[in-house]
């Protein structure tokens, strides 16, 4: 196993390497100067000099390549252009808010679509199949900003069981972070179960359709047994991709979804970020998330190996 993650990546670093070209000539197509913004109204040209050859705006494109990959393998993102705060500092402020609301927001996916797909297939062409597919297509295309403004209006504004928006860290008042982060994350949840129930609904059907559930079932076992024990473990593959990918589309950020609940995650910031054309902050966090991605891609891969025993014998 060791020498399987050592292989998987190795081979990351070439996407590493595509990824940091990207986020950097991406950024630099977008419009506008960002020294003209961080200047003002008074744009004194010796004060724009000052901050081009700060921020290594006058060196070649390719300079300035190399110089934030040296930075970035020293674990130095820069400044911000509009703070002067470290990036890695934002980066840290901001990524345990997104890793809570990712994680709160898949597990309500899963606990919900999961167990809906199993019993959408084992029920399969009856009400119950049909029911929890339109369920399922209500999640998907139900806009998140109108069910987190529906949410809020109901419990918070009519009950008043929860708080509007905000966000309180756990470490200052579990209860109150608790709070904050249940309406967000079932509202990004709630979209993502409607995708999990049909995934988990496809592949359950194929997998009941095999050989050795007819066999298990002409066994005598219980249907129960039959269903969590042999179809459903077989049925957990491509579930767990979808899961893992999900959760790093999570890490991104849900912009919307962070602007109506007022949470400081990094879908706000790099939205803040480019509007105010500072490069740092974008680059720091498009590249996070796609080492994110790329680890999450290698737990799939070892989580794999762990739910099927034949896959350990693969390269």
């Known amino acids: 196993m060791i020498g399987f993650i050592f292989r998987r990546l ?10 940091s070209l990207f986020v950097f000539t991406l950024q630099k197509l ?8 961080m200047a003002g109204e008074e744009r004194d040209p010796q004060v724009l000099e ?3 050859d700060k921020y290594r705006l006058n060196d070649p494109i390719a300079m300035q390549y190399l110089h934030w990959v040296g930075d970035v393998l020293q674990g130095d993102f820069g400044r911000s252009m509009r703070t002067e705060q470290p990036v890695t500092q934002l980066l840290l402020s901001k990524l345990p808010v997104t890793l809570q609301l990712a994680a709160w927001s898949l597990m309500f996916a899963m606990l919900i679509g999961i167990p809906a797909g199993i019993v959408a297939a084992v029920r399969k062409g009856t009400r119950v199949d049909y029911g929890v597919n339109v369920l399922a297509l209500s999640g998907i295309s139900i806009p998140n900003f109108w069910l987190g403004l529906l949410l809020i209006l ?9 708080p509007a ?6 470490s200052e008042d579990p209860l109150r972070n608790l709070q904050t982060m249940l309406m967000p994350a079932f509202v990004l949840g709630a979209s993502l179960a409607g995708t999990l129930m049909r995934h988990t609904r496809s592949a359950m059907l194929e997998v009941l359709r095999s050989d050795y559930v007819r066999t298990a079932r002409a066994k005598g076992l219980m249907p129960r047994v039959v269903i969590l024990k042999h179809a459903l473990r077989n049925a957990l593959m491509p579930i767990v991709t979808l899961s893992t990918l999900l959760f790093g589309e999570l890490l991104g950020g849900a912009v919307l979804t962070e602007q109506v609940f007022s949470l400081p995650g990094f879908g706000k910031m790099i939205v803040d970020a480019v509007f105010n054309r500072d490069y740092a902050v974008v680059q720091g966090v498009v590249l996070c998330v796609g080492v994110g991605f790329i680890l999450l891609n290698l737990l799939a891969d070892v989580l794999y190996r762990l739910i099927n025993p034949r896959m350990r014998t693969s390269p």
């Not at 928006?165 to 756990?170: A, H, K, L, R, T």
């Open 10 to 19: 190795r081979a990351a670093i070439p996407t590493l390497i595509l990824v």
């Open 30 to 37: 977008l419009p506008g100067d960002p020294v003209l913004a």
């Open 154 to 162: 109901l419990f918070a504004v009519k009950l008043q069981w929860l």
């Open 50 to 52: 000052y901050l081009r």
């Open 165 to 170: 928006s905000g966000f309180v860290p756990f």
